[in-house]
């Protein structure tokens, strides 16, 4: 299936404040986020390399002890099994990439 409307995926939250639309293919997985102000993602690893990218709001992401806030058009590359953890500023639209794809996703 080439084409794909995202109004027709199901949200689902994943944790409290992030909502998310997932799109898989055979080598990755993309998450279409809208994150609460206030939400927080605690400190976590797995084995999948990530490409987060902020689209709009605010988002402090701490990535290996290093924290940033990212502002539209702000990209953070996470490598496989690296502690990383976030935190909404505002109201936030993010696209993650992840590969391999995220089977606990489905």
């Known amino acids: 299936m080439p084409f794909i409307d995202l109004a027709t995926l199901a949200e689902r939250e994943m944790a409290p404040g ?4 997932f799109v898989h293919t055979d080598h ?5 986020w809208h994150i609460r102000a206030g ?3 605690p400190d976590h690893a797995h084995p999948h ?7 709009e709001g605010a988002f402090s992401l701490t990535v290996d002890g290093e924290t940033r ?3 539209p058009g ?5 490598p ?3 502690r990383h953890s976030g935190r909404a500023e505002t ?6 990439v992840f590969h391999p794809p995220r089977d606990d996703y489905r």
């Open 49 to 55: 390399e990530q490409v987060t990218s902020l689209i």
């Open 39 to 41: 939400a927080a993602l």
């Open 80 to 82: 496989p099994e690296v």
């Open 74 to 78: 702000g990209v953070a590359v996470i």
């Open 91 to 96: 109201d936030c639209v993010i696209i993650d």
């Open 28 to 32: 990755m997985t993309l998450a279409y």
């Open 18 to 21: 992030f909502r998310a639309r």
């Open 69 to 71: 806030t990212l502002a």
